[in-house]
């Protein structure tokens, strides 16, 4: 304890003392050089120096006390070479008694290090990343004690700070140093939400900038941050009871638990905090560190259990900070950034300004990808370490017609896209023109074109598009988006309002279609080791029918005596069929019988989802008033390709001679028997497919609400019977896709695709 210098007097004073050199201003480099000056006076150190990181990755010597002062701005590290490459690599402390021993040690003849053994140095982090590394020299071997090493990551981590805000050095100086990410990027990921849209990136969760870092009372903030850490065991407590639904799978919580009680988590907070840190500063302290160590980690275990760190560390801090999440003001143009959301996490953003959604992981049907088509949000998912490589504030494009995100694009390429954008306005405008005409084929066929919806936000659609109804209402998406189980009274509120809102224009509500991987957090749900053949949908609802009784009986209720079309997801036998409408004909009855009117009229149908039933159609269409194929799951089971895993899923072709056999005989069947048959899955809203379908003879095609506009331009532009006449020699074909030449016939046809 000889020499301890800093830690006696502790960082506040020093950082005081700092603070005092820097009013005087003067020019950048002598601000560097008093910083470097009074930590070594502060640490009894002979050596100080700063290294900052240059756009490509080197490290520079930008000020040193005690090393030569022409090796500043001469002295530059490779990543990854010596010890402050080390030190950038690990993301934390390096404390070494005798640093030349090292074998990463990497001597720099410039610097005249030579008679110095002791070395620690510390990553200056932001946001995670190291934008800089601090170190102090000793010429006697030693170890430097646990509270240096603390004092000197307290130091830089104001450093990094006052690097970023300008105040160590002028823009200019700041300009080549990478602070974070600042070059353009490209990132490839899937599309979830189509659409166009540049603006600003809002990271969902964004560290809560610690207003204050320093704090005047140690023993207080240590207070401060017990108290929070507690209120976060309780809530999680509270969330694995389940008392409070939180949308967060149990193991995630569990694994939450885990952490909020960890020594490890909770001495590093402490040990900040007693540093002279708020407990705000603290957290995001101790999360840099977490951040930077586990960035080398490949193993996709660790990354999660990372994310779990990270998501503890915003709950902390928000508990800090009395913040609830969301709901914060966004600027014009807001990109949302987020690893992935949760329930209802994107309707507590304002919408006017909400222009588009990247995340890192997520699939088709999360959340949040059909809550952004429901508004409209452009949205492109699994862009692998989007987070990592984009800051708040950035500018960005979001293209979710080829599936990417550009990252602070240059100029020219914002100019492109605006124009791409423009364009696309225009093709917009167009299709609203189309709205009210009908949707005719050139030789007089009348096409009947729906909406898919699924959320009372999915209801101004109906007006724009001009759709003729909602040919699929998925009725899970309430129980998705809700922290809790929809009540009797919430779903009769919500069927009423889509009633209303289509004003007389049918709506097929198509009961729970749960299960498989659409798991709800608030339903105990046993793992599958095939949950697409698994327990889901109208087997459920048949096997534990008293959730399917209240659905029913608030679709009845809802009616209140008008036209209601029910529909079953993922009927595979027709006595399962049977079972359901006899479950719907029992809760008419039971409505009457308290005086209530029965739905007039009542249809009920089923969706053409599993293969079986294509071969049993003779059987099953006289039991229902209407099908609809849902060709998404049809074409997974037919396919046996997994449509939520992209490795297979773009294996097959609907355009194809056997998924458009298939789907021709169906039509076929419904017309002998005179039964009415929809198309409502994906296809049925692209150009192309939809061409394919109305040329085997479907007349019903219900779509999202993106596809409503092209599909009527291509229908207006069909004549049918020739296309009809090309498409059925097509399929005689004996590839396995028939894309291409279904698209020239198309063009042969002049179809406006
Ligand atoms: C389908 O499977 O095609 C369908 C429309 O239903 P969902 O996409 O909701 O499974
Ligand atoms: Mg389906």
């Known amino acids: 304890m000889a020499d301890r210098g800093l830690a006696l007097r502790g960082p506040r004073s020093l950082l005081r003392q700092i603070r005092e050199a820097m009013a005087g201003g003067g020019p950048a480099q002598a601000r560097l050089d008093m910083v470097v000056r009074i930590i070594a006076a502060s640490m009894v150190a002979e050596v100080c120096s700063i290294y900052l990181r240059r756009a490509s990755g080197d490290m520079e010597l930008f000020a040193t006390e005690g090393l030569k002062p022409e090796a500043v701005h001469v002295t530059r590290l490779r990543p990854g070479e010596g010890l402050v490459g080390e030190i950038v690599r690990l993301g934390r402390p390096l404390n070494l008694s005798d640093a030349p021993q090292h074998p990463r040690f990497a001597y720099r003849p410039e610097t005249g290090e030579d008679p110095y053994h002791a070395f620690l140095g510390v990553p200056l982090l932001r946001g995670g990343r190291t934008v800089g590394v601090l170190v102090v020299q000793n010429r006697t071997s030693r170890h430097y004690e646990e509270d240096e090493v603390e004092d000197l990551q307290t130091i830089s981590m104001v450093l990094a700070e006052m690097v970023a805000g300008g105040e160590l050095m002028g823009q200019e100086e700041l300009k080549d140093i990478e602070l974070a990410p600042h070059r353009p990027e490209r990132l490839k990921g899937a599309r979830f939400a189509d659409g166009l849209a540049f603006g600003t990136a809002v990271l969902h969760d964004a560290p809560v900038a610690p207003e204050r870092l320093l704090s005047e009372n140690p023993a207080a903030e240590e207070a401060r941050l017990h108290a929070a850490v507690e209120v976060l065991r309780a809530q999680i407590d509270e969330m694995l009871e389940g008392h409070h639904l939180s949308g967060i799978p149990y193991e995630v919580l569990e694994t939450y638990k885990m952490f909020a009680h960890d020594r490890?988590?909770?001495?590093?907070?402490?040990?900040?905090?007693?540093?002279?840190?708020?407990?705000?500063?603290?957290?995001?302290?101790?999360?840099?560190?977490?951040?930077?160590?586990?960035?080398?980690?490949?193993?996709?275990?660790?990354?999660?259990?990372?994310?779990?760190?990270?998501?503890?560390?915003?709950?902390?801090?928000?508990?800090?900070?009395?913040?609830?999440?969301?709901?914060?003001a966004l600027p014009e143009n807001a990109i949302l950034v987020a690893r992935n959301l949760g329930p209802a996490d994107l309707l507590e953003y304002d919408r006017t300004r909400l222009k588009g959604l990247l995340l890192e992981e997520g699939s088709t049907a999360s959340h949040a990808s059909i809550v952004a088509r429901a508004l409209g949000i452009p949205c492109v998912g699994r862009l692998e370490g989007l987070r990592d490589r984009i800051s708040e504030g950035d500018p960005v494009i979001v293209d979710a017609e080829t599936g990417e995100a550009l990252l602070r694009p240059r100029a020219d390429v914002v100019e492109a896209f605006k124009a791409r954008a423009a364009l696309r306005a225009q093709r917009r405008a167009e299709f609203a023109k189309l709205r009210d005409t009908p949707a005719l084929t050139r030789d007089g066929a009348r096409i009947t074109l729906l909406m898919n919806a699924g959320l009372a936000v999915d209801l101004d659609n109906l007006e724009e598009t001009g759709a003729e109804g909602i040919g699929l209402f998925r009725t899970e998406f309430q129980f998705m988006v809700s922290e809790e189980?929809?009540?009797?009274?919430?779903?009769?509120?919500?069927?009423?309002?889509?009633?209303?809102?289509?004003?007389?224009?049918?709506?097929?509500?198509?009961?729970?279609?749960?299960?498989?991987?659409?798991?709800?957090?608030?339903?105990?749900?046993?793992?599958?080791?095939?949950?697409?053949?698994?327990?889901?949908?109208?087997?459920?609802?048949?096997?534990?029918?008293?959730?399917?009784?209240?659905?029913?009986?608030?679709?009845?209720?809802?009616?209140?005596?008008?036209?209601?079309?029910?529909?079953?997801?993922?009927?595979?036998?027709?006595?399962?069929?049977?079972?359901?409408?006899?479950?719907?004909?029992?809760?008419?009855?039971?409505?009457?019988?308290?005086?209530?009117?029965?739905?007039?009229?009542?249809?009920?149908?089923?969706?053409?989802?599993?293969?079986?039933?294509?071969?049993?159609?003779?059987?099953?269409?006289?039991?229902?008033?209407?099908?609809?194929?849902?060709?998404?799951?049809?074409?997974?089971?037919?396919?046996?390709?997994?449509?939520?895993?992209?490795?297979v899923s773009d294996r097959y072709d609907p355009l194809s001679p056997p998924a458009l056999r298939a789907l021709a005989a169906i039509q076929a069947a419904c017309a002998e028997t005179g039964t009415s048959v929809s198309v409502c899955g994906e296809v049925a809203g692209r150009p192309l497919e939809a061409f394919a379908l109305v040329a085997i003879g479907f007349e019903r095609l219900s779509m999202p609400p993106a596809g409503a506009g092209p599909v009527k331009r291509m229908i207006l532009s069909l004549d049918r019977e020739a296309a009809s006449r090309g498409v059925h020699t097509l399929l005689r074909s004996p590839a396995s896709s028939i894309r291409n030449e279904i698209e020239t016939l198309a063009r042969k046809l002049n179809v406006a695709l």
């Open 264 to 328: 490890g988590w909770n001495r590093a907070l402490d040990e900040a905090v007693r540093s002279g840190l708020t407990a705000e500063a603290a957290v995001e302290r101790v999360r840099g560190e977490q951040r930077a160590r586990f960035a080398q980690a490949r193993d996709g275990y660790i990354r999660e259990r990372l994310h779990d760190l990270e998501d503890l560390a915003d709950r902390l801090l928000r508990i800090l900070m009395g913040e609830t999440p969301g709901g914060r």
């Open 485 to 647: 189980l929809p009540r009797l009274k919430a779903q009769t509120e919500l069927y009423a309002k889509v009633l209303e809102a289509a004003g007389g224009r049918p709506v097929t509500f198509r009961t729970l279609d749960l299960g498989g991987d659409k798991v709800l957090p608030y339903m105990q749900a046993e793992r599958e080791d095939n949950p697409a053949l698994g327990w889901r949908a109208v087997r459920m609802g048949l096997d534990r029918p008293a959730l399917l009784r209240m659905q029913l009986r608030a679709l009845i209720s809802a009616a209140g005596g008008r036209e209601l079309r029910i529909m079953f997801p993922l009927v595979a036998t027709v006595d399962e069929f049977r079972a359901a409408r006899a479950m719907v004909e029992q809760e008419v009855a039971w409505a009457q019988r308290r005086g209530r009117p029965a739905p007039d009229p009542l249809r009920v149908g089923a969706m053409i989802e599993a293969p079986s039933l294509v071969w049993h159609l003779d059987a099953l269409l006289p039991l229902t008033d209407f099908v609809s194929v849902g060709t998404n799951d049809l074409m997974q089971y037919m396919f046996a390709a997994d449509r939520g895993n992209p490795r």
